[in-house]
């Protein structure tokens, strides 16, 4: 983090994008991806960063067909189903048929979607990338469904250090069991108290990997915003756009 404060709780007075009120962002630790939170919506960094691109984006996204894939019960998630006129909210619950509702969710596979064509308006994911299996198929599937012109905003860790686009954690095999080629790791899943595995390591160089996978026009925006409580590591927004015109 940049001129990290010597003690905590850190108190840092702002304007957050998610709850669009003046608050308090509060962090109780060092790590501010995490603990860098809104008083008022408890949003998170990534949250808030994704917030202000969308809204400079597509201020209009109320009135348009939102996906979300994998929402949490929190801060932006809450704010689309909350205000959002036709937003969908999808988990994966694999073995269960897909396109069908299962506990307020639609059944959803990112790399399989049964979306029509060109049928959404914004596809939104919150780290959600680095659980995939296949990035290369999800992305294409959300360009296949997005409208011409139609945006994914996203985020998920991108590790400036590592050389390449992409370092493989675990694969799935035939026979759909898990292999690992790296040390197990975990994050937070809303619908599984076990966790999320991490499947993949994302390099500095991925938007020119996004691009090889899918037609988009892609952007990488990076933060250091105290205004909005935009601080700390892993705060990158990933935009990608469908162009407006067929491109070969």
Same mark, same amino acid.
Do not use: W
């Given at each position: 983090m940049t001129h990290e404060p010597a003690t905590f709780p850190y108190t840092l007075p702002g304007y957050c994008p998610v709850c669009e009120k003046g608050t308090n962002f509060v962090a109780t630790e060092p790590y501010f991806r995490k603990s860098l #939170?809104?008083? &008022?919506?408890?949003?998170?960094p990534r949250e808030r960063a994704l917030a202000l691109i969308l809204s400079e984006e597509r201020p209009d996204w109320?009135?348009?067909?939102?996906?979300?894939?994998?929402?949490?019960?929190?801060? #932006?998630?809450? &704010?689309?189903?909350?205000?959002?006129?036709?937003?969908?909210?999808?988990?994966y619950f694999p073995g269960q048929v897909l396109g069908t509702?299962?506990?307020?969710?639609?059944?959803?596979?990112?790399?399989?979607?049964?979306?029509?064509?060109?049928?959404i308006d914004i596809v939104i994911t919150l780290d959600v990338h680095e659980h995939i299996f296949n990035p290369d198929a999800a992305y294409r599937e959300i360009y296949r469904v997005l409208k011409p012109g139609g945006v994914y905003i996203h985020t998920y860790p991108i590790q400036r250090s590592l050389v390449p686009s992409i370092t493989r954690r675990a694969i799935l095999k035939s026979d759909k069991t898990v292999q690992h080629l790296l040390e197990p790791q975990y994050h937070g899943n809303p619908i599984d108290n076990a966790g999320a595995l991490v499947t993949i390591d994302y390099g500095y160089d991925i938007h020119k990997a996004v691009a090889d996978w899918a037609n988009f026009d892609v952007r990488v925006i990076r933060f250091c915003d105290r205004t909005h409580g935009i601080l700390g590591e892993f705060t990158d927004v990933v935009l990608c756009r469908k162009p407006n015109f067929p491109r070969p």
């Open positions: #939170i809104c008083e &008022k919506c408890k949003s998170v109320r009135d348009l067909i939102i996906h979300e894939s994998s929402p949490a019960k929190r801060g #932006i998630s809450l &704010k689309f189903a909350a205000e959002g006129r036709h937003y969908i909210a999808s988990h509702m299962i506990n307020g969710y639609r059944n959803e596979d990112l790399e399989a979607q049964t979306f029509e064509n060109e049928s």
